[in-house]
């Protein structure tokens, strides 16, 4: 048997892609539909050297992270729902204080408690706009468990690149459903690792002075450099600052240095597009709906394709206006009350051709939920 050929849970593919990128701690604190994850780290992070910590709340399991990535080491927690609410402060504080993490989210029914133990993707605003103030934020998805074990490495490569928070919105039926995963050979997948500054002991560090590439170097808190982190608006030293210059012009790299990137950032996958007459947008889980309907639809000479979103923030709207700029119509594919399909009728040449199919029950959405919404969008001569 191959032993880099594995049958399981998308969880466990979330784990195995975090250990390919080169996680060295975790802290987090057990909640359905994501616990595996955890439990999974608590085992495996030891074997490699790495420190498994689970804490005694959420928030107390991101701010951990925090602390631990700022000596240097790569980061991640894990959590869902009313988890993912209480890491929304430090959150904030990691995209000012510009510490690389990454923060998984197995999306499950809500608001509040809401229906722990099914599926849904009701969390895509909340990543973006959960905490406050003026900000920039990361957050990828996938359907498959190949797609997991790859955007988890993706997370850890972009967190590392942009000093910045990333975070994967997973979603129940992902998490727990089993499938097969090919862990690539070592080095097959690039991975990037901390840009450490090249400035000996001694010699003054700026923490918050980017690059002409506007990277910024680091230094492990507690070696070589002394240095401020505040979650308060600060200069290049990272001391506090209400200088309207030092304000505006950190806020405009915090994020720019995400908005100015998307190109870079976007992740998406095609199937079918290239005749679509009709295009089925989606993601997580209902990505594999919309696939399935499209493979059958496409046997019976219909000409229907997907564009699976990979990168929900930053929305990649100028891809979206693309690739639907053709089509008859846009059929967003989702569960949850039309939050990406807002994103989509904001950036689609005509928002009078987007629709929604959605699920809101708990319950996986099916072919036939689609199937309905599609006859009537073409009874009407869309």
């Known amino acids: 048997m191959n032993k880099n050929i594995k ?5 466990e593919a979330c784990v195995e892609g975090a250990i390919y990128a080169g996680i060295d701690f975790f802290a987090g604190y057990p909640i359905t539909p994501s616990t595996e994850i955890a439990e999974l780290l608590s085992r495996r ?3 490699k050297g790495g420190k498994f910590v689970q804490m005694e709340d959420e928030i107390a399991s991101v701010c951990a992270i925090l602390g631990a990535s700022l000596t240097g080491h790569k ?7 009313p988890g993912f609410s209480l ?3 430090a959150i904030g504080y990691a995209c000012m204080a510009e510490i690389p993490c990454v923060i998984v989210n197995v999306q499950r029914g809500g608001p509040s408690t809401g229906n722990p133990t099914h599926v849904g993707q009701g969390d895509i605003n909340q990543a973006r706009w959960g905490t406050h103030g003026d900000h920039s934020i990361i957050a990828l998805t996938a359907s498959n468990h190949q797609d997991v074990f790859e955007m988890t490495i993706e997370a850890f490569n972009l967190a590392e690149t942009y000093r910045t928070p990333v975070i994967l919105l997973f979603d129940e039926a992902v998490g727990h459903m089993r499938e097969k995963l090919v862990i690539p050979e070592k080095n097959e997948i690039p991975i990037v690792n901390r840009l450490r500054t090249a400035l000996k002991k001694g010699v003054d ?6 690059r002409e590439d506007g990277r910024l170097p680091m230094s492990d808190f507690g070696g070589d450099h002394r240095y401020n982190v505040t979650g308060l608006l600060h200069d290049m030293w990272g001391f506090p600052s209400n200088d309207p210059k030092v304000v505006k012009g950190l806020l405009h790299h915090l994020n720019d240095k995400i908005s100015n990137n998307i190109h870079r950032i976007t992740r998406y996958k095609e199937h079918y597009l290239e005749d679509a007459e ?3 947008i989606s993601y997580g889980s209902s990505a594999r709906t919309a696939i399935h309907i499209a493979k059958n639809r496409r046997a019976r000479n219909e000409k229907l394709g997907v564009l699976e979103l990979q990168s929900l923030w930053p929305f990649p709207k100028e ?12 059929l967003v594919v989702e569960m949850n009350m039309g ?10 040449d005509r928002p009078e051709t987007v629709f929604l199919a959605n699920r809101i029950d708990g319950e996986l959405i099916t072919p036939s939920d689609v199937k309905s919404i599609l006859r009537v969008i073409q009874g009407r001569g869309v």
Do not use: D, W
């Open 205 to 210: 560090y700026h923490p918050y002075l980017p």
């Open 319 to 330: 891809m979206v206006r693309e690739k639907c700029r053709n089509a008859k119509a846009v």
């Open 339 to 348: 939050q990406v399909l807002a994103q989509v009728k904001a950036c689609i």
């Open 75 to 81: 980061v991640m927690t894990a959590t869902s729902g």
């Open 45 to 47: 992070l030891p074997q």
């Open 87 to 89: 890491k929304q402060e």
């Open 278 to 280: 009709y295009i089925l």
């Open 7 to 11: 049958f399981v849970q998308g969880n």
